[in-house]
């Protein structure tokens, strides 16, 4: 008994010993890891503190050889210019036209697409596939192939510098994609789901807003966000389709910085620029919590 007690610590010990070596190794993975991840986030946050720290100097010092990494000379000018200066449209207007055509975007395009990827998915017809290859191949087309036809388009309806012809344009170039990403969230809900809700006495549309629904909503914040983006920043069509100063979008706007006769103002740019980018971190931060709450709102009861 006395050596099977004094046995017994020595066999422990040496596990010990033997795991030690593993659990340097996990910490050093993990210090590895936390430090590659911060390198990342360092890396990917640089520019736009380098935008935000332009937007703060006067535009002298952005030209200079030696670069201002804090803005020693802080000022709110750049700022003033962009919403107060009467050199250029201003741009409060040109931010209701972004925010108008970008919403209009987003809503009619996850509608349509929403429908699109549910008939795509839960239903068999004539020409499905045939259906499914003209998304795809309408999505390897580029936008500004199509600029003669859709000018000439949008001239013919009168549609031209109006905010419905460009979200026209804007929804037939996100519709495409939204539609091949929604049909992935659906395809992934199984059949059975709904099935077993109108066993238990729901109707098809009840099992569908019940049981169906909650799981999508990842699906429809992930191409909503994609829409919203895309909607946001594009320049090409805008500066085709809205021509008028009245009716340009902030990218469009944004161009009215550069002249051909004086020289760039880059201070005032990334402050317009850092503007630009508030209301898409505002949409963002509020879709997380839809996002987050769509992933669990399909959980059962243990």
């Known amino acids: 008994m006395t050596a099977l007690a004094t046995a017994r610590p020595a066999r422990a010990g040496s596990t010990g ?39 703060l100097l006067p535009n002298n010092l952005t030209r200079t050889a030696v670069p201002h990494f804090w803005p020693d000379e802080f000022t709110f ?12 449209s201003p741009f409060l207007p ?10 209009i975007t987003v809503a009619v395009a996850l509608v349509f697409a929403f429908l699109a990827a549910l008939a795509v998915t839960r239903f068999r017809f004539r020409g499905r596939g045939s259906f499914i290859v003209a998304i795809l191949i309408i999505q390897m087309i580029p936008g500004e192939a199509m600029l003669i036809s859709t000018y000439r388009v949008l001239d013919d309806w009168q549609l031209l510098n109006t ?3 460009l ?8 519709l495409p ?45 992930a191409t909503g966000v994609f829409g919203f983006i895309q909607a946001w920043n594009e320049f090409v069509l805008a500066l085709v389709v809205m021509s008028r100063p009245d009716s340009q ?4 706007w944004l161009r009215t910085f550069q002249e051909a006769t004086t020289t760039t103002n880059w201070a005032a740019i990334m402050a317009g620029s850092t503007l630009m980018s508030i209301p898409v971190i505002v949409f963002f931060l509020i879709v997380q919590g839809r996002m987050t709450s769509g992933l669990v709102a399909g959980a059962v009861k243990g």
């Open 17 to 55: 010993r033997r795991t030690s070596p593993e659990r340097r190794r996990r910490r050093v993975g993990s210090v590895v890891l936390s430090a590659v991840a911060v390198i990342v986030f360092l890396v990917s946050a640089f520019p736009v503190y380098w935008m935000i720290n332009t937007s």
């Open 77 to 88: 000018k750049n700022y003033e210019l962009v919403l107060f200066g009467d050199t250029r």
């Open 94 to 103: 040109a931010l209701g036209n972004s925010l108008a055509v970008t919403l």
């Open 163 to 165: 905010l419905a012809g």
């Open 167 to 174: 979200s026209l344009v804007y929804v037939a170039t996100v």
């Open 177 to 221: 994609f939204t539609v091949w990403t929604l049909r992935g969230f659906v395809n992934g809900v199984p059949l059975e789901l709904e099935e077993a809700a109108m066993i238990d006495g729901c109707s098809r549309m009840q099992a569908f807003w019940r049981v169906t629904f909650p799981l999508l909503a990842p699906g429809l914040v």
């Open 249 to 252: 979008t902030l990218p469009v």
